[in-house]
Nanobody, 121 residues
Framework: VQLQASGGGLVQAGGSLRLSCAASGRTFQTMGWFRQAPGKEREFVASISGTGTGTLYADSVKGRFTISRDNGKNTVFLQMNSLKPEDTAVYYC?????????????????WGQGTLVTVSS
């Protein structure tokens, strides 16, 4: 089982990035994105159900980020718009076998290696 995140990079404030996470080895139900800034704990960003009809977002990213998935490619995406310097972090994708979206790290069984997003002011 492997989760491969990609798409991070350096962007100016107000810009956009699209993260991808390709899952291999099995099909997952709920998938999510978390992030961890230097010196801070890992925090929830967004989660999406297996069918894609259920989503959940952290208040800090609502209206700016959109999570989606392509089950045919076993891939989840995070479209990030109107980026702010405080969005700078390593972004991790995660997956769980349960069908319910969830905002806590402990709810997820598998984790990707992370991709760095840096937003300059």
């Amino acid at each position: 089982v492997q989760l491969q995140a990609s798409g991070g990079g350096l962007v100016q404030a107000g810009g956009s990035l699209r993260l991808s996470c390709a899952a291999s080895g099995r099909t997952f139900q709920t998938m999510g994105w978390f992030r961890q800034a230097p010196g801070k704990e890992r925090e929830f960003v967004a989660s999406i159900s297996g069918t894609g009809t259920g989503t959940l977002y952290a208040d800090s990213v609502k209206g700016r980020f959109t999570i989606s998935r392509d089950n045919g490619k076993n891939t989840v995406f995070l479209q990030m718009n109107s980026l702010k310097p405080e969005d700078t972090a390593v972004y991790y994708c995660a997956a769980r076998s349960s069908a319910a979206v969830a905002p806590t790290t402990g709810a997820y069984d598998y984790w990707g290696q992370g991709t760095l997003v840096t937003v300059s002011s």
